[in-house]
T-cell receptor, first 115, second 114 residues
Framework: EAQVTQNPRYLITVTGKKLTVTCSQNMNHEYMSWYRQDPGLGLRQIYYSMNVEVTDKGDVPEGYKVSRKEKRNFPLILESPSPNQTSLYFC??????????????FGDGTRLSIL | AQSVAQPEDQVNVAEGNPLTVKCTYSVSGNPYLFWYVQYPNRGLQFLLKYITGDNLVKGSYGFEAEFNKSQTSFHLKKPSALVSDSALYFCAVRDLYNTDKLIFGTGTRLQVFP
């Protein structure tokens, strides 16, 4: 089954404790992206990757890192989490080039609470 | 700046009645517009898109959307709502400068009552 898998689904942690949210897709998609979803703000893009070893900042990259060492994986790293990063996070992927032709596929989300 | 606006935080409708979820856009040139749905504890799912051509586009689960260039709108519609349609709906537009990127609206929660 074609899917985007995120782990963990839920995490409560404390300020400053490094964490990683993993994202993996099995569709051989080139494009992957991370969003955060906050009430009243919709989804905002954090980082994206056009292909292996190619990553770029989205609209709200501060406090986050990503890597794309393999095509299927795109982990989101919070080196020193802070309470304002408490949010619902989504990973998404698409074939590449232009989403007009291929819709984005989303994972089921990771709810992070930073105390 | 490119953007989409969803003016209603929540829409309530009785089962069997028609529903409309509103979206307006602000984009230079020809917009590529999308609707996504998010069910509880799930990621967003693609419903439909407008690229060019017929102003009325049909999508999944019986939904359709009407593109109106003069009103810069792309409202989502369904002739007869189901309780199972209750979810969070997002309108989005393709970024003009990054064609892999979607710019999302703030979302509208649809509640269909039995």
């Amino acid at each position: 089954e074609a899917q985007v898998t995120q782990n963990p689904r839920y995490l409560i942690t404390v300020t400053g404790k490094k964490l990683t949210v993993t994202c993996s897709q099995n569709m051989n998609h080139e494009y992957m992206s991370w969003y955060r979803q906050d009430p009243g703000l919709g989804l905002r893009q954090i980082y994206y990757s056009m292909n292996v070893e190619v990553t770029d900042k989205g609209d709200v990259p501060e406090g986050y890192k990503v890597s794309r060492k393999e095509k299927r994986n795109f982990p989101l790293i919070l080196e020193s989490p802070s309470p304002n990063q408490t949010s619902l996070y989504f990973c998404a992927s698409s074939l590449s080039g232009d989403i007009s032709n291929q819709p984005q596929h989303f994972g089921d989300g990771t709810r992070l609470s930073i105390l | 700046a490119q953007s989409v606006a969803q003016p209603e935080d929540q829409v309530n409708v009785a089962e069997g009645n028609p529903l409309t979820v509103k979206c307006t856009y602000s984009v230079s040139g020809n917009p590529y517009l999308f609707w996504y749905v998010q069910y509880p504890n799930r990621g967003l799912q693609f419903l439909l898109k407008y690229i060019t051509g017929d102003n009325l586009v049909k999508g999944s689960y019986g939904f359709e959307a009407e593109f109106n260039k003069s009103q810069t709108s792309f409202h989502l519609k369904k002739p007869s709502a189901l309780v199972s349609d209750s979810a969070l709906y997002f309108c989005a537009v393709r970024d003009l400068y990054n064609t892999d990127k979607l710019i999302f609206g703030t979302g509208t929660r649809l509640q269909v009552f039995p």
